[in-house]
């Protein structure tokens, strides 16, 4: 149990599962006026939030003859030293036990306390307190004032004019407020209300020293399902935070099927530094049942979130968003000459390098040209260029997320429903009606996919082969390749039994003059295995121009499955559609109904079995052996809607 305040202070509540953290405050339109004690005082004042004592010995006296006069004795609860060794912050207590209510064994201190905390000029601020006791109170004793003391001890200056809430001009930059100004209780109410409506949703609250609000984590049953089909790369948005919004949000976020933005969690922090983003990381690996995602993306300016990804994430590939970075990059030239000659040449090294080693020229000769050694944020760029330059990361698979020259926000999600006045009561209110949005433009695109087919632009069959698997976004990516493919010319180099090298000439337009490109494609006959140096495949996911030039030299038909990924196909079953959540799409109502009930089916199932190694192994087999029969038949009722059920049922039996 938190902190209770006394009966001037404003009281939140945040649940936590089945805690209930009560955070004291003062509400800012409650004036404090300056506490003075002259030499005639006998007695102390009661303890207020607000309360200023010049250093720690000070205030456990003040609170020590304040008990005394009072009847009960003073200990310290907790206290923690900062790393110059000096106390950050203390909590005094009444030093009584009494035994609970519930068991007369067990003995509970009473709540009876004051917090005090360091601030930068080195005095302590009573920053909450709890005036009630649990117990009878003992005699009395007053002790004489300290004369010096008492002229010390005053109210922060801040706290008369704003309310304990104020902080410093320098503190704001640092911390970010969370459920101020009612928005607190917004928060609050909306978590409670996700649980009950969706079992699958998940939360975390981080509480500070005080236990205020710190750090918010929060998941839908919907967005923890995608996690699962999607969640192999993620990108980090903390565009609230670098566009000063009052909404301290950060976005995880992946893309879909249809290369659409899905939301897997959100996260509200009250400062930057890497411990918050730890916490938000954690949290988030816990949500997601400990699976990581394969990469992360994240803003390159921010480099406490960089440590909390090392922390974390040790071993996962870390990439900065690229589309971030050259956004960026007309206000660092802006003061160069001839800039815009700068802006198109740093492009085209950054787009147009195929090969590491050719970046590295042409980033040299840039620098050289225009004199840029000087530059710091450039200088760190290169330093960093394994982390962002598209010829050093495409060796991993990135989705498509991180590259895109034409994303300007990657605020997507949210994109109409938050900008920088939007208070955080405003933004849950409007988060279902964003994620619905979402959940409505996923169904449409799987609809257009599943019900018709994109034009095809060649006569190839492995064309065709491509346009009956995916979806409609992705197919017209993979067109782009194959109309590419008419600019590639291609030379064998060499044999090895049954491994061709070959040479592929691309002829493209750079700076409007022509230009060729050469990579090189390797391709084993035997297992139709393919390998191409511009490492399209690995990046993107897609088979490049290049590879398919190559396969249609080699008069091949069809591609083997592995060319062909699940991550993209439309005729995949994923169970974030069917998942139940508050938002849900209408035209999904059946089947989430359905799919709850054989959840709820398949659990009392698992009750039933799981008593027994015999049982337990029985059910698995015989749910393996159901998988396999139903896969066909569920494909066919989804590739034609005038199947015979009744025929197709006896698979089943």
Known sequence: MGERSHSDAQLDTISSGTEEHLISRLPKECKIGAITLDESDDVYPVPRPGMIFRSEPEARLYYTRYANQMGFNVKTRTSKRGREGKVKYLILVCSERTKTAIDASKKQYCTARINLTLRKDGTYRVSAVTLGHNHELG?????????????????????IDMGVNKIS???????????????????QKYLVRMQEQDRNFFYAIDLDD???????????????????SFGDVVTVDTSCFSNHYKVPLVTFVGVNHHGQSVLFGCGLLSS?????????????????????PQGIVTDHCCRTMQKAVETVYPSIPHRWCLSNIMGKLPEVIQEYANCKTLRDRVQNVVYDTPTTDEFEEKWKKIVEDFDLKENKWLKELSLERHRWAPSFVRGGFWAGMYINPQSGSRLTCFDGYI??????????DQYNNAL??????????DIHSSSNSQTCVTSSSIERQFQSAYTHAKFVEVQREFVGKADCNVFVAFEDGSICHYNVIEDMI???KPKESLVEVIYNREDCDLKCSCHFFEFRGLLCRHSLAVLSQERVKEVPCKYILDRWRKNVQRKHVYVKTS????????QVQRFDLLCNQFNSIAAAAAEFEGTSSFVKDTLCNLKEKLEPWTSLLRNSSHVDVQKHSNMIN
């Open 436 to 445: 619905q949005y979402k959940a409505e433009k996923e169904y449409i695109a």
């Open 272 to 292: 930057e530094d890497s411990q918050s983003f730890i916490w938000l990381f954690e949290s988030l690996l816990h949500c997601m049942s400990g699976v990581p």
């Open 583 to 590: 938002y849900g799409v209408e035209h999904f109502g059946p």
């Open 139 to 159: 005699t009395p004793s007053v002790f004489p004032i300290n004369i010096e003391m008492k002229c010390k001890r005053k109210m922060d200056p801040e706290v």
């Open 210 to 228: 005080l236990f205020s609000v710190k750090n918010v984590f929060w998941s839908d049953g919907r967005s923890r399902a995608a996690y699962e």
């Open 169 to 187: 001009e320098q503190d704001q930059k640092e911390r970010h407020g969370i459920g101020e100004n009612g928005d607190g209780d917004a928060l």
């Open 419 to 428: 900008n920088r006045q939007t208070t955080l009561k405003q933004f849950v």
């Open 510 to 512: 750079t700076e409007d």
